[in-house]
Each structure stands twice: as structure tokens, then as C-alpha cells.
């Protein structure tokens, strides 16, 4: 049988380092065994899922070189690969669930399950849903669905015993059952959930190998419970140690940039990252640390992946990307320059902010340095503002960058009626709410537009200044982050 590999993003965001480290192993495994690596879209998350951010994912898994062999949109003979158009296939799989009594639809309301989750915290108990419908007749529960009940459907899990199943890199696991929850498949819209759906999904498309995330391990159980009851056998599971700060904490936007946007702008190399995502989970045989994804692929032996919480070190990567700038021939070192953003494509979008503002060429490099490069350091004194003190910058450089985190287009005109409306709910005139963002963005009070240099540098570049002046402001201690969030939560129009 041939090795079939996935990654499985969801469209809700902007494309994350970390499926990039997933799609890097699971390419792998699949090219060092003449296999096919999938790309699948999970979208059925209808609220947060938008085109937009599967193009963004898409366009960033190309970048970093980690191309599909089949996918939404190179096709495949295993498609659609984007879950909303598979909606027909997960509801014919879930009534055959149900049919054999592997499911139930549960009819409980939003409210008796909000009372039965407060009285199971109040007793210390671990949430769970407490199996009322589950006792329903078959032909009641037919017939309260065919007139138009609202209902869920949830996966039928055993009271005692143990789930056993093996992990790839972690060998056998046990759980008990009574920790796993009947676990909804399908949602009272008629969408699956990511459970049905992968699992569906996983098998329909012939996968033999899953390499993902250890947060996923805990839903083992109930991905077994589903391949048992449709008859099928699962694929080979091996959940991989998710990237963790250097204090051990998982890499979250919060704290690190985690948006590949953020690398390939700030200029890293794809194959430096890829590089440095293999490290997070694998060695060389022969311990070397530089090495390429086709020599990866030559040497990759799955008993080699390491179970330990890698860390993903910025300073480190940043080494490694510095090996690979050196290893350049000046050629190499100049297309890769013209490449990164001194392009036409790249320069395009800044031409309408500086042909006006240009007398001289030379009076070009000075207004876009901070959008092609990093800006200047800054630091307190260049927050110092005639009515504005360093609480009230703070607060202003936090309440955008939380406002920012909610907005969902990354253009000029939303970043304008987004600010400009925070600015009016804090009170403060726009002028003024405005310089400490220049200082954050630009590094300077007088810049090229600001809204326009938001859009340009993108999400990921943005909030790493926005945080980077954060802590430059003394940053913001466990107390003062929460009064800043309560802050936030009170404004009458955060926008969110
Ligand atoms: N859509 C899931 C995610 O975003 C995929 C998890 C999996 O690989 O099964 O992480």
C-alpha cells in the first residue's frame, strides 16, 4: 500500500509555523517512501473560516516549499479536499451512525446543558454530557427529528472500561473511557465537526499515515470509537511535541510571533525554517544541524522522531538563517535579496505613498526602511508625548493590538474605521491615539500614512512592533494585563 500523508489546516487564521512543521514531516514521510502528501482544507468552522485565510495558507506553505500533491485546488482523484464541499458525505456516514446505534441524536437544549456543565463544576466534576438522550427510543428520536426538533449528533461512548491505542512515537496509551465525552459529530446547522470529519475524511482519502499535533492525542479515543463502528481501520498515528517558548510554554501569538507571514517578511529563508521546524522533532542521523528537506527525506526513518517539547528559539533560528545567507555565492545572495521584497511586485503598493513625497531618489530609502526592513529600535523616551503619559501610551499600543487581533480584513480602510472608532471609545483624539502607533510601527513620529504602512507590513509584523513596544513601555505585569483587558471589555465599542 502507498504511503498517503495529510495536513489538515483550518482557515481560521493566518498561516501559523506550526503547520508548517506539520506539513514539513508529513511531505517527508510521504516523498521518502514515494508516496502523496495531501493538502485538506477543514472548514467547517463556518463562522471563522474564510477564503481569504486558506489563500494565506496556502500562499505560506508554498513559500516555505512544502507543495501538495493534491489538494482544493491542484485536485486529486480523492476530492473535494475542502471539507464544506464534502457536507453530503460526513451526514451519509453520521446516519449510518446512527442507524447502528454508534451515535444518537441529542435533543437537550443550550440551556439544560448550560445548567448540567455549572452543577458538574460545582461538584469538581469534569464537564461531560450525561447520556439523557442516549436512552431515547429509536423511532422517538426518528420522529422528534422529523418534525423539526433541533438536534445534535453525538458519539455513543462506553460508561467504563479503557480506550487503548498506540501512538507511533509514544507507544500504547490507555484512557479511561469515563473521561471521554460524548463527543458532538455533528452540530445542530448540519456541519460536521473536526472529529467526524477527519476521521471521514482520513479514511475516504486513503491515508495510511497521520503525523499532527500532541494536542490532538487526547481525541484518540473517540477518532478509534468512529474508525470502529464504520468497520474501518485507522491510519498510523504519531502525534508529534508541540513547539514550546524557551520557558516551556506553548508558542502562541501571545508571546512570540508565530505567522509564517511574519518570517517570510522579515526575511528568513523557507529552507533555513524548514530546517529549523525539522530540528523540532527530528535528528540526522548523524547529528548535523544543516541540513535540506531532500536530505531529510533521504535519511527519514519515523523511529527517528523525538518525543521531547522542542523549543523553538528565535535566536537560534535566527543563527541558522545567517549560516544559510553565508553559504551564498554573491549571485545566490543578490536573486535572494530581489526576491525577499526589492521586487516590482513588493514595491508596487508603496509607490502611490512615496512617488508624491520624492524629490530626490535618494529620498526614497529613508521613508520605506521600516517597511522593507525592521524599523529602529525605540525606546521610552521616543513615546514621550504632550498628552499622552506612558500608562495612557500603553494603554493605547494595547487596546489596538488587541482590536487588531479581531479584525478580520487586513486592509487600509478597516484598519482606519477600526482605530478611529477605538479611538473615539477611549476618548482620545485621534492625533494623539495615533503617535504612539507611529513610534510602534514606523519607529518615528513622522512617517509615510500609517494605516497604509499597517496594511503593507500585514498582521504578523504589526503586532510583533505593537508588542515589542509594549515592552519597551515597561511592559505589562500579570495585574496591569488584566486591568488592561478589563479596560478593553469595557469600551462601548471595542468592535468585537
Ligand atoms: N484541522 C485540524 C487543525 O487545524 C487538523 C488536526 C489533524 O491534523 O487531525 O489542527
Redesign the pocket.
Known sequence: MSVRT?????PTGDPHVG?AY?ALFNLVLARSQGGRFVLRI?DTDQERSSPAFETGIMDALRWAGLDWDEGPDVGGEFGPYRQSERLAIYRQHAEELVASGGAFRCFCTKERLDALRRSQQANRETPRYDGLCRGLEPTQSRDRAANGEAYVVRLDVPESGTCRFADGIRGDIEIPWRQVDMQVLVKSDGFPT?HLA?VVDDHLMGITH?L??EE?LNSMPKHQLIYDRLGWSPPAHYHLPLLRNPDGSKVSKRRNPTGLDYYRRSGYLPEALCNYLALMGWSMPDEGEIFSVEEMTAAFDLDRLSTGGPVFDLTKLAWMNGQYIRAMDPGQFMDRVADWAVNRENLTPLVPLVQERTQRLADLLPQVDYLLGDRTAVDESDFVHKRLDRDDCKRVVDHAKRRLDGLTEWDRDSLRDALVALADAMGIKVRDFLAPLFVAVAGRTVALPLFDSMAYLGRDVVRSRLMDALAVLGGTGKKQAKRLERDYANLTDPGT
Do not use: C, D
Not at 6 to 10: E, I
Open positions: 495529510r495536513v489538515a489546516p483550518s503547520t506539520m477543514e473536526y477527519a497521520i499532527r499535533g490532538w
